[in-house]
């Protein structure tokens, strides 16, 4: 069993989270570690800007469900039904206010305040240190995801685009020999490619180094055109994908020479599917070029 592929980084990050957390709740800064905890664990997301963001509307959700805590506990009503008033209410204004993803920690820290606070606590100075203590773990949780070992998307997108480069090319190959093409494992890697690159783009202005966005959107936009284009090729008939042997080892030569040049098919060979295939080859060109782009960028030369 690889453990790896059970405990990734932002598991590790929260437990690290968790732990510096705990030990501030030692300190005369948190009054209950228990709800500075909850917090960090609410504010560890797989982005440093989701992080960013679920912070802030978590930290909104902690001073609201404390406000509502704190009225209700005025009522002095002990019954089941008011803390389930209080807890409608909470969500009634968290999704008022536009802040619907904070709905479960703004009921927690008015539940934790309605059932917390004893008749000898102050309604006013329970609420406080539980917004307080909600507020600082979820602070924490933000820094550390921040400050450790922030995710390297750009990295994992070159690994991504370089895969799907490979695997274009074995799909060529497989035209060249009429085998029967399977691009469903090239429509998984897209999905993946997509949710890489969906994280890359909302951590952007977090990255020291970025690349280009321009360019790195081309080369998303190739491998969805390498899909079409593969998928339009396996529909057509055997008789129409036959390529003379000049152009195949026309292809052949490209692929010797690590897809540098383009490449230039001949007559005969049916339009439709010189089309695709041509657009193939070229998008290939392109993410050969890109890879070689975003390792330099995330491997400078020393000089």
């Known amino acids: 069993m690889d453990i790896k592929q059970h405990v990734g980084m932002r598991t590790l990050k929260t437990g690290i989270a968790v732990v510096i957390t705990a030990c501030l709740g030692n300190t005369f800064l948190i009054s209950n570690p228990f709800y500075a ?3 960090t664990v609410f504010a560890m997301q797989n982005t440093v800007k989701s992080s960013f963001v679920a912070g802030k509307n978590r930290l909104l959700g902690t001073v609201l469900g404390a406000i509502i805590g704190y009225l209700f506990a005025l009522i002095h009503f002990d019954h089941p039904l008011h803390l389930g008033l209080a807890v409608i209410v909470t ?15 703004a009921a927690t820290v008015c539940i934790s305040i309605l059932m917390g606070i004893t008749a000898d606590q102050n309604p006013l100075i329970y609420s406080l240190l539980r917004t307080t203590d909600t507020s600082i773990g979820i602070i924490v949780g933000i820094l550390v995801n921040y400050f450790i070992a922030q995710p390297n998307y750009l990295g ?15 799909l060529v190959k497989n035209i060249l020999i009429h085998q029967d093409l399977n691009i469903s494992p090239l429509n998984s890697e897209l999905s993946r490619l997509n949710a890489l690159y969906h994280n890359y783009c909302a951590d952007t202005k977090f990255h020291k180094n970025p690349v280009s966005s321009k360019k790195l959107k081309k080369s998303i936009d190739a491998c969805h055109d390498i899909y079409f284009h593969a998928k339009c090729i396996a529909k057509l008939e055997l008789e129409q994908t036959e390529m003379t042997f000049d152009n195949k080892m026309e292809i052949i030569e490209f692929f010797n020479q690590g897809c540098q040049e383009k490449v230039k098919l001949r007559e005969p060979i049916h339009p439709i599917f010189e089309y695709h295939i041509h ?3 070229d998008q ?3 993410l050969t070029s890109t890879v070689e782009d975003l390792t330099e960028h995330l491997n400078p030369t020393q000089e």
């Open 279 to 281: 657009k193939m080859l």
């Open 91 to 105: 969500i009634i204004c968290c999704n008022a206010l536009k802040i619907s993803s904070s709905i479960i920690i």
């Open 156 to 170: 994992r997108l070159t690994d991504e685009i370089e895969k799907i480069e490979q695997m274009t090319i074995e």
């Open 284 to 286: 290939i060109y392109l």
């Open 37 to 39: 905890v909850i917090g």
